[in-house]
């Protein structure tokens, strides 16, 4: 045999792994072809552009020559005003001049990109021609992000430099949960006992990483203020899910102690009520990353009238916008479960909603989760709700301590009021909440809401005093 003698070449089965897990199958095929050094095989896949340099054996002077599948997969995803690209496989000679068309191509038909997010999670390899397709997305985006970089890859990036002229994200390490401790569920995600120093918070599918790290950058700021809050040192992977975990030295929940030691909740509902007046305490300074409490809530509610009728969404907006603007720190979720005991004292956890404003609404959203919680109570709050109902009469009595009664009686009413958007704006903090819940609040708002309109707007007028 000689080389230009043609030889069968058979394409092997093809499987591509969609970043979703969906799996393609490729049916193989053979063919006939002349010599060749090696085959481009272009395929496109919904939005897949998939580059293969394709297995195949060449006969050459009666040896058999075998050369590995290689594959470089592009993927887009538009986000508002941002986008994520998705490298997966090789980037190197063969296939960069394709996947810098194909960039190019997406990029040029996109309206309103302000940021570029890289994810190389599944990228093997890069070489010289690969890193020059990143630095011209660095210099086209201002905040451009090369995030989940595996160790081979952050190498080659480490080393050319480009790790110190745009911002490289290492690859998160994976992190299991089988056999942990559950001691803590709720809206956004699940709180589970690693061993006697850690904790860790898995967040519900379909979180991003960007809003997880903002949860760490909350936690800092609002510790440096004064918030005795834990710190998350770590951001791990639980299989396709994010994970903080959190060092909290033989600590336990505010529920797990009450619940087994009810003959002192007066003691914890006092520690409960003192924990709400340090934050209340601290003013959060101008130009501070913590945001507006209101304007989020606000936010909130809109984003459930998918929900609601408008006239529902409107009275909502109507109640919060009563709220007085102030620049008191707040927590904004801080039922029981989200108050770790350790050495006597109290530490908070979960910081994603962290804002600054008006005591009222911290207060309004810890009784909609502490007395009106929709849902499975025993399961979120970790307690029967009679317990639990009988802590926060405790805790706001002890809150509330020195005012003249009728005062107190109107502080109430408020916090009951503000409790009635809260019911319901909680649904925006996650799209994968089950079909039943959320029928539940649908039809709980006439009840809660509706119906006593002209009530709740009486007391809306009382919130400027």
């Known amino acids: 045999m000689n080389r230009k003698q043609l030889f069968d070449l058979q394409i092997y089965s093809l499987f591509v792994i969609r970043p979703n897990q969906t799996t393609f199958f490729i049916q193989p095929v053979v063919a006939s ?3 060749l ?3 481009l095989v272009s ?26 599948l290689v ?7 538009k986000e508002n005003d941002g986008a994520t690209l998705i490298l997966a496989g090789r980037l190197d000679t063969a296939t960069s001049n394709q996947v810098s068309a194909d960039i190019d191509g997406f990029l040029d038909t996109a309206t309103d990109i302000s940021r570029l997010t890289c994810d190389t999670a599944q990228l093997d390899y890069i070489s010289s021609s690969g890193l020059r397709i990143l630095l011209k997305l660095a210099k086209r985006y201002k905040d451009f992000r090369i995030v989940e970089v595996q160790p081979r890859v952050y190498d080659v990036l480490s080393t050319t430099g480009f790790t110190k002229i745009m911002h490289v994200e290492r690859a998160l390490r994976q ?16 709180v589970y006992r690693i061993d006697g120093d850690t904790i860790i918070k898995v967040f519900r599918e379909g979180t991003t990483v960007d809003e997880v790290r903002r949860e760490i950058t909350m936690s800092k700021e609002a510790f440096i203020m004064g918030m005795p809050t834990a710190i998350s040192f770590d ?3 639980v299989g396709s899910q994010y994970g903080l975990v959190y060092e909290l030295l033989q600590a336990e929940t505010l529920s797990t102690c009450i619940r087994r030691e009810p003959e002192r909740i007066d003691e914890f509902a006092r520690k409960y009520a003192d924990l709400f007046h340090q934050l209340h305490d601290i003013e959060v300074p101008g130009g501070s990353s913590v945001p507006c409490a209101k304007e989020r809530e606000q936010q909130q509610i809109r984003h459930i009238r998918r929900y609601f009728p408008q006239q529902s969404i409107d009275l909502m907006l109507r109640i919060t916008d009563a709220v007085p603007d102030a620049n008191r720190l707040l927590h904004l979720d801080l039922q029981t479960k989200n108050a770790m005991v350790q050495d006597g004292q109290l530490m908070l956890i979960d910081m994603g909603e962290v804002g600054y404003g008006h005591p009222i609404l911290d207060l309004g959203h810890a009784y909609s989760a502490m007395v009106t919680l929709v849902g499975d109570y025993d399961s979120i709050i970790s307690m029967p709700r009679e317990l639990g109902v009988s802590l926060w009469s405790r805790a706001i009595d002890y809150y509330l301590e020195g005012l003249p009664s009728d005062v107190v009686k109107q502080r109430k009413a408020q916090i009951e009021v503000i409790s009635c958007v809260r019911n319901f704006s909680w649904l925006a903090l996650s799209d994968s909440f089950p079909e039943d819940l959320v029928n539940e609040c649908k039809n709980l708002f006439d009840e809660r809401v509706g119906c006593r309109k002209d009530y709740i707007l009486d007391v809306c007028k009382t919130f400027s005093d």
């Open 33 to 35: 072809v002349g010599y």
């Open 37 to 39: 050094s090696g085959l």
């Open 43 to 68: 395929l496109f896949i919904n939005t897949h552009f998939v580059l293969a340099i394709v297995k195949y054996c060449i006969i050459f002077e009666g040896k058999c020559t075998n050369f590995d």
């Open 71 to 77: 594959a470089m997969i592009v993927d887009f995803k």
């Open 175 to 190: 992190f299991s949960v089988e056999g942990c401790e559950v001691i803590g569920a709720g809206g956004v995600g699940t």
């Open 235 to 237: 951001i791990v992977r």
